[in-house]
């Protein structure tokens, strides 16, 4: 079954612990948390203190994606807050395999993520044997509500080859404009975890689940 994961971007920030009590009644999800530090994407969202308190709430695993300049601060930093997946941007470092190793003794599951424009070739195929989670970006990092990028369709077919070809393990997690319309083409392309923000938290009766199941 795909996982979904909704993205608390698009929440009620006022009112989270309802939004996320509503969440509760539905299996199967992650709790997507986009962090952003101003700097690696033009847009700031939320650290430790509330991710300690909405922690405090949720059944979910957390799904933390880091759109961040310094990951590895944000590793150390956030060690103890009960993140399952930690993914990083492959932009943002250079030693990416020195990384790698160090998340593995931290996180229960690693993720890579690529920018839109950055090719899967970027990746050497021994990474993807470490990783737990590939994420493909189909908006540019930032913000919740822009609009799909069809092309990103294709990236996953290639990307499902390579895990096939290889056998490898990762999960392909696709963030950013997903909705009822495009999430049947990435599951059939191979994805098999889909964060969506606006999509899910625009229902206007809070009615959740019945989004995730147009979504499934
Ligand atoms: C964008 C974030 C996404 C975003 C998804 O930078 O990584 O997780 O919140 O939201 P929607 O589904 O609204 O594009
Ligand atoms: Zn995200």
Redesign the pocket.
């Known amino acids: 079954m795909v996982t979904i994961s909704p993205?608390l971007?698009?929440a009620d920030f006022l009112d989270l612990k309802t939004d996320l009590e509503r969440l509760n009644s539905v299996d199967n999800l992650w709790l997507?948390l986009?962090i952003?530090d101003g700097h690696f994407?033009p847009n700031l969202t939320f650290g430790a203190p509330v991710i300690n308190k909405l922690n405090t709430v949720t059944k979910h695993s957390l799904d933390a994606?880091f759109?961040v300049t310094n990951p590895d601060f944000y590793a150390e930093a956030f060690r103890d807050l009960g993140i399952h997946n930690f993914t990083f941007h492959w932009e943002s470092i250079t030693h990416h395999d020195r990384f790698i190793q160090k998340l593995k003794e931290i996180y229960p599951s690693v993720g890579i993520s690529l920018n839109p424009s950055t090719p899967l070739s970027a990746i050497p195929k021994y990474l993807l044997g470490k990783i737990d989670l590939v994420l493909l970006?189909s908006?540019?990092?930032?913000?919740?509500?822009?609009k799909?990028i069809p092309e990103i369709i294709d990236k996953v077919i290639e990307l499902d080859k390579i895990r096939f070809d290889h056998k490898f393990n990762f999960q392909i997690q696709v963030?950013?404009?997903?909705n009822d319309q495009n999430a049947g083409y990435l599951i059939q392309a191979g994805a098999n975890n889909l964060?969506?923000?606006?999509?899910?938290f625009s229902e206007p009766n809070k009615d959740y689940l019945l989004r995730i199941n147009k979504i499934r």
């Not at 908006?139 to 822009?146: I, L, R, S, T, Y």
């Not at 964060?195 to 899910?200: H, K, P």
């Open positions: 993205s971007l698009s997507h986009d952003m994407v994606h759109m970006m908006v540019n990092p930032g913000f919740g509500g822009q799909f963030d950013g404009g997903i964060v969506a923000g606006n999509y899910i």
